[in-house]
């Protein structure tokens, strides 16, 4: 088994060896915060790319799907490569331990499963990840969007029009939060000649939550059309966000008080065995 781990060990390194330096403008937008392994990533891009994988299978499209929440459909294609990067470096670091493991320890059938299922694991990681990120962010803007729409509705009131209570909104903000990272980055897309309507269109599929897609409708309704109304569709779409915020608070209160159902129980046994323990010992010298 420790043939089998040097093998491995020699097979990454050599990988490593043949991409070289091939990768290091195409990692270089990476965030090693957000993708602590990137160092690693050469070796699985380059197996990605001698492969020859083209990224059309039905996974690699609800993929693209969720990877265009976070990034933008403009990067989605890129990290969706850098998604797949990740997968196959987990799975890397997972085939290592498996295999040192298997030569400190007795190799069986029953150990040749667990590593099948650890290496599986690790390859589904960066799935698991993407799912909570996403989860994650949708209720920061479920949260921040009601807030946004009643100032946008103030500004548009007081006689500013759409992109420039966009923009006085999203450059007074000094909080790191999602939706703001949205609110700048369509802005950018605007001041780099792509049009206003397609910018706020974008941001809706960004987000991918029904209030914003019908609070962006009704302000590209008033862009195509005109609308004398826009202000008091605004104002009623914005109650009925505050009505999601307070859904999504209560729906975090739930899931916390859940969280805390199995501390409770373990605390509520650790008592009882405290209280109960000195009578039984008691009987049992009695």
Not at 105 to 130: C, G, H, N, Q, R
Not at 236 to 255: F, I, P, V
Not at 263 to 279: D, E, K, N, Q, R
Request: with cysteine; hydrophobic share 50%.
């Amino acid at each position: 088994m420790i043939a089998i781990f040097l093998i491995i060990v020699i097979a990454i390194i050599v990988l490593f060896v043949l991409a070289g330096r091939r990768y290091d403008q195409f990692l270089k937008p990476i965030d090693e915060k957000k993708y602590p392994f990137k160092r690693f990533m050469p070796a699985a891009l380059y197996i990605l790319d001698i492969t020859g994988y083209k990224f059309a299978s039905k996974y690699d499209r609800e993929r693209l799907i969720k990877i265009s929440q976070l990034s933008g459909r403009r990067y989605a294609k890129y990290y969706l490569k850098i998604h797949w990067a990740n997968k196959i470096v987990y799975a890397m670091f997972g085939l290592v331990l498996t295999s040192l493991g298997g030569s400190a320890a007795k190799f069986d059938a029953m150990y040749a499963a667990f590593s099948i299922v650890l290496i599986l694991t690790a390859f589904y990681l960066p799935d698991i990840e993407l799912k909570e990120k996403i989860k994650k962010r949708r209720l920061l803007i479920q949260i921040d969007f009601p807030e946004f729409l009643n100032k946008l509705t103030l500004l548009v009131n007081a006689g500013m029009t759409i992109s420039k209570a966009w923009e006085k909104i999203a450059q007074d903000n000094t909080r790191d939060r999602p939706l703001y990272e949205e609110l700048n980055m369509t802005l950018s897309y605007i001041a780099a000649g792509v049009p206003e309507q397609q910018a706020y269109e974008d941001f809706a599929k960004r987000c991918g939550i029904p209030e914003v897609t019908r609070s962006i409708s009704i302000i590209l309704q008033n862009l195509r059309k005109g609308n004398s109304q826009l202000v008091s569709m605004l104002r009623l779409q914005a109650s009925e966000c505050w009505d999601m915020r307070k859904n999504t608070a209560k729906k975090l209160g739930e899931e916390a008080s859940t969280k805390m159902l199995l501390p409770l129980m373990l605390m509520f046994l650790s008592i009882l065995i405290i209280v109960t323990a000195p009578a039984i010992l008691a009987l049992r010298d009695f």
